[in-house]
T-cell receptor
Framework: DAKTTQPTSMDCAEGRAANLPCNHS???????VYWYRQIHSQGPQYIIH???NNETNEMASLIITEDRKSSTLILPHATLRDTAVYYC????????????FGAGTRLTVKP | GAVVSQHPSWVICKSGTSVKIECRSL??????MFWYRQFPKQSLMLMAT?????????EQGVEKDKFLINHASLTLSTLTVTSAHPEDSSFYIC????????????FGPGTRLTVL
């Protein structure tokens, strides 16, 4: 699986958009970009994933650059409850394959 | 759907004892279950992959005789930490995948183990 690089930490004001970048310059054509988050002392929570098109769901939007070497997770209106560690994971998708976590970005939403 | 539970949510034990952690898929049959360990302020580290009815596949550096994994049914996997020591104190998290949601993993809430 391709390696990812994320900033160690970020701050965001409550109510503003949080934009979390992820670099995956060695991504292969068949690898997807997944985003999970982990609130303190809980299990990881799925947010969104995509291959090459931008994706949006009720939680967030995922913007993937045209060359697929980087992506940005956007939380449109961050709340205090969005404070968590956000993990960007790049992986091939097939049944039952594992998921490897990097260091992630610790996002702190401030009032 | 796709809820995974873990029991217990936390456990404190004496050094030298064994502790069993259960991971259950509540509303689906899990084709594969995964066990992770997370030390404070660190990321999740995959320990092993478990398929129902077969032996678990352990990651390099994880002692299979110390971390016994049993995957007896499509909804239950157990992790037993044998002869636990203080350095085994950690947050243990399981996840499960299902055949009809390829690529997704559903995570449990985690179990915090403290060995005194």
């Amino acid at each position: 699986d391709a390696k990812t690089t994320q900033p160690t930490s970020m701050d965001c004001a409550e109510g503003r958009a949080a934009n979390l970048p992820c670099n995956h310059s060695t991504i292969s054509g068949n690898e997807y970009v997944y985003w999970y988050r982990q609130i303190h002392s809980q299990g990881p929570q799925y947010i969104i994933h995509g291959l090459k098109n931008n994706e949006t769901n009720e939680m967030a939007s995922l913007i993937i650059t045209e060359d697929r070497k980087s992506s940005t997770l956007i939380l449109p209106h961050a709340t205090l409850r969005d404070t968590a560690v956000y993990y960007c994971i790049v992986r091939v998708v097939y049944n039952n394959n594992d998921m490897r976590f990097g260091a992630g970005t610790r996002l702190t939403v401030k009032p | 759907g796709a809820v995974v539970s873990q029991h217990p949510s936390w456990v404190i034990c004496k050094s030298g004892t064994s502790v069993k952690i259960e991971c259950r898929s509540l509303d689906f049959q899990a084709t594969t279950m995964f066990w992770y360990r997370q030390f404070p302020k660190q990321s999740l580290m995959l320990m092993a992959t478990s398929n129902e009815g077969s032996k678990a596949t352990y990651e390099q550096g994880v002692e299979k005789d110390k971390f016994l994994i049993n995957h007896a049914s499509l909804t239950l996997s157990t992790l037993t930490v044998t002869s636990a020591h203080p350095e085994d104190s950690s947050f243990y998290i399981c996840s499960a995948s299902r055949w009809d949601r390829v690529g997704e993993q559903f995570f449990g809430p985690g179990t915090r183990l403290t060995v005194l």
